[in-house]
């Protein structure tokens, strides 16, 4: 699917007569003779060109380069044939489609204001779809084999996580969990560290930067792995640090999760929560959900991420996924324009601020199946922690609506397995009536026991998941102490199942 589709595809729906793209101007539809931008933000030449080569013959690009203006036709099926012109203006770039057999419009740029939306009604929140080379800003351009690439490709070899690069240190690798300095590696001087990370960064996030003095991106290595990348400044100048995306979808069965986990992926409607700290798997679980629900389900599935992570192709479901600064401005936006786009399934990557939380679990109520993520440690500590981001006047209001709307929440932390690697420890909470009663009568202390209660229906509290994991000699004795929130109770089932507990002598 090229990037451009779901614009002529929006084309058709709002019956648009022309649709242009070119550099420093936003994306816009001509609707009835007036100008309507399809996106807040501007984009390169360079971008520009990245889109039209998913639609134009090669020989018509190089043809362009010689001749100022060229025509071609571009066929959608199912939805139409269209007409593109792509004239070069200066240093600048410029195209537009319009629908064939139809009159062509005048140009975008000369067309009156578009109305507001008080005037003209509800316009498309249509935001481009993610080009093939994920993760290079905006819109893909064409990869490119920068120099950090050699240490990211070196990560990906020792099995590692994350690439941390810092001026005046050694690049850094976190492999099982544990920071591991690269002396083999030279030391990365400022003027070094700065060259290599703007190397790798759109001009987009270079000028956020800027402003804000660190960035959130993707970056690609094609046929080898995504990267999650935070730049940033500190007193010794510009660092990095790269979480590693597998390049193959993790699914249910790579994670082994339970009947019950699975078993959300088949709900209609409700509020499914992923928690844990940062770096605990959460988008790794939800890759595995997402994946469960394409395979199995017909539906309509939309991601909000920052960034996109994990990049799921079509199968049995139709899946968009937006990435907050680049095809929307913020989750808020996207999730509220989501309720537009007819979906079955949404995906908050993040829930930040008490709107985005607010509107999520309206969708929840309002007939559709959203999943979504927070930092907190445990089952119990979620449901708290949703409610006390409202003020206290609205806390009971959403805490009848949370009763009704909460279908699960699986909270999980990483622990180092024995012989290496690290597996997820999930405890799992199920939105049965019990659960609903202690939410809606502010009884949340209670939710361990009923969890504990539950075992046979999937439910599981942390401390039975790590005792299940020690048993199955996956995870040491000490592992599963540490990673614990109830030591005392972990300490207690560890002698109840014979396991020596010798090492709390060197915890103290």
Avoid at 10 to 18: F, K, L, V
Avoid at 57 to 77: C, G, H, I, N
Avoid at 394 to 405: H, Y
């Amino acid at each position: 699917m090229a990037s451009l589709d779901s614009f002529f595809k929006a084309m058709i729906d709002y019956r648009a007569a022309e649709f242009v793209i070119q550099n420093d101007r936003e994306p816009q539809f001509n609707i009835g003779g007036a100008v309507q931008n399809v996106s807040k933000q501007k984009f390169t030449s360079q971008e520009v060109m990245a889109y039209l080569s998913e639609v134009m013959p090669e020989q018509l690009r190089e043809k362009l380069m010689m001749e100022p203006s060229v025509d071609f036709a571009y066929s959608l099926p199912g939805t139409g044939d269209f007409n593109g012109t792509v004239t070069m203006e200066g240093s600048g770039i410029r195209a537009a489609f319009t629908l064939a057999g139809a009159p062509k419009a005048e140009a975008a740029r000369e067309a009156k204001p578009a109305p507001s939306r008080d005037q003209a009604g509800d316009k498309p929140d249509t935001a481009p779809a993610q080009s093939a080379g994920w993760g290079q800003g905006r819109f893909a351009t064409q990869y490119r084999e920068a120099e950090i690439d050699k240490l990211l490709k070196l990560l990906v070899e020792k099995k590692g996580s994350d690439l941390h690069l810092s001026s005046n240190e050694h690049p850094i690798f976190r492999i099982d969990g544990d920071i591991r300095k690269m002396t083999d590696q030279p030391v990365t001087k400022p003027a070094e560290a700065e060259r290599l990370l703007l190397e790798i960064m759109p001009e987009r996030h270079r000028k956020e930067f800027e402003d804000d003095f660190d960035t959130d991106l993707a970056y690609e290595i094609p046929g080898l792995a995504r990267f999650r990348v935070n730049i940033f400044l500190d007193r010794k100048g510009m660092g990095g640090v790269f979480r590693v995306i597998p390049s193959k979808t993790i699914t249910v069965e790579d994670l082994k999760l339970s009947q019950a986990i699975q078993n959300l992926c088949y709900l209609n409607k409700g509020l499914v929560l992923v928690t844990g700290p940062t770096g605990s798997g959460k988008s790794t679980t939800l890759c595995a959900l997402v994946d469960m629900i394409n395979r199995t389900r017909e539906c309509h599935l939309i991601t909000l991420e920052d960034p996109i992570e994990f990049v799921h192709d079509n199968k049995k479901s139709l899946i968009n996924q937006r990435e907050v600064g680049a095809h929307t401005m913020s989750f808020k936006n996207a999730l509220r324009a989501a309720l537009r786009e007819d979906p079955d399934v949404v995906l908050v990557g993040e829930m930040r601020d008490l709107e985005t939380i607010s509107i999520a679990i309206e969708t929840a109520e309002t007939g559709h199946l959203v999943f979504g993520t927070l930092h907190t440690s445990t089952a119990a500590s979620t449901v708290d922690r949703v409610i006390e981001q409202f003020p206290p006047d609205r806390q009971e209001q959403i805490r009848i609506m949370l009763s009704e709307s909460l279908k699960g929440v699986i909270s999980q932390t990483l622990c180092k397995k024995i012989g290496g690697g690290r597996v997820a420890a999930l405890e799992v909470l199920l939105g049965i009536p019990a659960v609903s009663n202690l939410i809606r009568e502010a009884k949340t202390f209670q939710l361990p026991s009923i969890i504990q209660t539950n075992r046979r229906m999937g439910m599981l509290l942390l401390n039975d998941a790590l005792m299940d994991l020690v048993n199955k000699k996956l995870v040491e004795a000490k592992e599963a102490y540490i990673k614990s929130m109830d030591k005392l109770d972990m300490v207690n089932q560890l002698k109840r199942d014979g396991h020596s507990t010798a090492f709390l002598e060197e915890v103290k």
